[in-house]
């Protein structure tokens, strides 16, 4: 062997040393196993994910285990479904974000997942970035974790309950959170298919979810009331919460005391919105 092409091969074995995940990202270069059914990546991080939410939700939280798995499973099966997205996405992001979306759902005593001032989606989000760093302050490939994955997991969970499209963020942003949607379903997504729905039912049963959900929500609108003011989950604390009154924090109630310092600072200040044409529809 040439002096150059043992510097060379020297450096491509360091460059590998140096990335071990970076051949895991693409192109379905990754070990993978099947869960009911379904092909998935099976790394490292993604296995401790997995041990995790099964071990971490058994006392208290038994539905979020399946309802993350199935969550997981149901995006992974769209995506097995089309081969230019699977070639191109970074499951392991999909993977890890799909499974740790729901961290600021805990209820255990000083959750290190929750706090009073943010909703579930920002602690859930923020803590998986948190729960991915210590994970590589113990098992290395910190340099593979950069900010952008890292980003790409906090973006897909934050936006879980943004419905409406979330299509224009990174594609694995946007496969978490429509993972998460494929568990809200009206009626099966063909992106699925109906043998994978029956497998990744029947291995992880939903027989509990929505009154597990109906707690929990309901739960964080007791605990937190001021971080649900502004959001839907205020619906669960006026439904079900006795006293819980968001009046004067919702966002309505704060342009309408807007609107009322406004006149009273400017009272000569005329205001005439004019019409254009279109009759002020900006779609037509
Ligand atoms: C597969 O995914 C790609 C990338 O998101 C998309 O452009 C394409 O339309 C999808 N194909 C099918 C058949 O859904
Ligand atoms: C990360 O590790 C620190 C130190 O053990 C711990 O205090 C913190 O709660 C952990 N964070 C997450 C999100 O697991
Ligand atoms: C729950 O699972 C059953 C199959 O056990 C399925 O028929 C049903 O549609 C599922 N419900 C939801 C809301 O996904
Ligand atoms: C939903 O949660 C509220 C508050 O815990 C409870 O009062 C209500 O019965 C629950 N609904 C169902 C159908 O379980
Ligand atoms: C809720 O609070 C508003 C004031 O912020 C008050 O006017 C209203 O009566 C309260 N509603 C209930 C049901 O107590
Ligand atoms: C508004 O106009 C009235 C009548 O011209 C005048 O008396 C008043 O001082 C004005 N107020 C302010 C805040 O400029």
Same mark, same amino acid.
Do not use: I
């Given at each position: 062997m040439k002096f150059s092409s043992i510097v060379s091969s020297l450096a491509l074995a360091g460059a590998v040393a140096a990335h071990p995940s970076s051949l895991c990202d693409?192109?379905?270069k990754h070990p993978t196993t099947t869960i009911a059914g379904v092909e998935v990546i099976d790394t490292p991080i993604v296995r401790d994910v997995r041990k995790f939410i099964e071990e971490y939700y058994?006392?208290?939280?038994?539905y979020l285990t399946n309802h993350l798995y199935r969550t997981w499973l149901f995006g992974a099966a769209a995506i097995n479904n089309n081969a230019t997205l699977k070639a191109s996405l970074d499951l392991e992001v999909h993977a890890v974000g799909s499974m740790l979306h729901d961290l600021g759902w805990d209820i255990k005593p000083h959750s290190p997942y929750v706090t009073a001032e943010y909703s579930f989606e920002v602690d859930s989000g923020r803590f998986a970035m948190d729960w991915i760093k210590n994970w590589t302050a113990t098992h290395g490939g910190a340099k593979d974790w950069d900010e952008v994955r890292l980003q790409k997991v906090n973006l897909g969970i934050l936006l879980q309950t943004f419905v409406g499209s979330n299509e224009f963020v990174f594609p694995e942003s946007y496969w978490i959170t429509k993972s998460v949607g494929f568990e809200f379903p009206v009626g099966e997504s063909p992106l699925i298919g109906s043998e994978n729905y029956d497998n990744i039912w029947k291995a992880? #049963? @939903? #027989?509990t979810m929505f009154r597990g959900t109906n707690f929990t929500f309901t739960n964080m609108a007791v605990y937190k009331p001021a971080a649900t003011?502004?959001?839907?989950l205020s619906e669960f604390g006026l439904h079900?919460?006795?006293?819980? @009154?968001n009046t004067a924090n919702t966002l309505f109630s704060l342009i309408q005391g807007g609107l009322q310092a406004e006149i009273a600072e400017f009272p000569n200040v005329s205001f005439v919105q004019k019409i254009p044409p279109n009759g002020a529809n900006p779609l037509e």
């Open positions: 693409k192109r379905g058994k006392d208290y939280q038994p992880y #049963s @939903n #027989s003011y502004t959001t839907f079900y919460v006795p006293g819980y @009154n």
